[in-house]
């Protein structure tokens, strides 16, 4: 893969490599995770939001946090699943060095940065045999079988989601 190979190419390129089942959607941009579930057809508990942490006290330590798309973060939760006390999000140009990728359109996946640990809320596996997400550009979402995710993905599992709204 190229040098200049985008986002979007080198996750396809994983995905493809792994022998993954998914298919790509394109679509109008958008931001918002029921508006964007809507478009894809999906729950918006499928969604996998991807949020770039930096935990305080370990400035070389950034957590690529994965949730469901209708739940919130808790912060907490992702510091100490790296021995940390307190996480917060990175800077938009903190994101788009270390992945390439505006907010909002970062994927589930850590491709090009070692540093970056990957972990995924448990609940996200739980009801839905697909999940969904944003793959590099906010124009485009690839809805992936889940299994396929974790076993080439291979985050860390851990509770890292505020407890579900009743």
Request: aromatic share 4%; hydrophobic share 45%.
């Amino acid at each position: 893969m190229s040098e200049s190979a985008t986002p979007f190419d080198r996750l396809v390129e994983v995905l493809d490599r792994g022998g993954a089942r998914y298919r790509v959607i394109r679509h109008p941009a958008e931001g918002g995770s029921e508006a964007v579930a809507r478009i894809r057809g999906t729950h918006p508990g499928q969604g996998a939001k991807a949020m770039l942490c930096q935990i305080k006290g370990q400035p070389a330590v950034l957590v690529l946090a994965i949730l469901p798309g209708n739940r919130k973060i808790d912060f907490r939760k992702v510091a100490e699943t790296v021995g940390g006390a307190k996480a917060s999000l990175v800077s938009p140009e903190v994101a788009r060095a270390r992945t390439g990728c505006e907010i909002g359109a970062i994927p589930p996946f850590v491709l090009d940065d070692d540093s970056i640990r990957l972990v995924a809320e448990p609940a996200l596996f739980e009801q839905f045999s697909e999940i969904a997400f944003n793959a590099g550009r906010l124009d485009t979402s690839i809805v992936l079988d889940a299994q396929d995710y974790l076993r080439i993905a291979t985050p860390l599992l851990a509770t890292i989601a505020a407890p579900a709204s009743p």
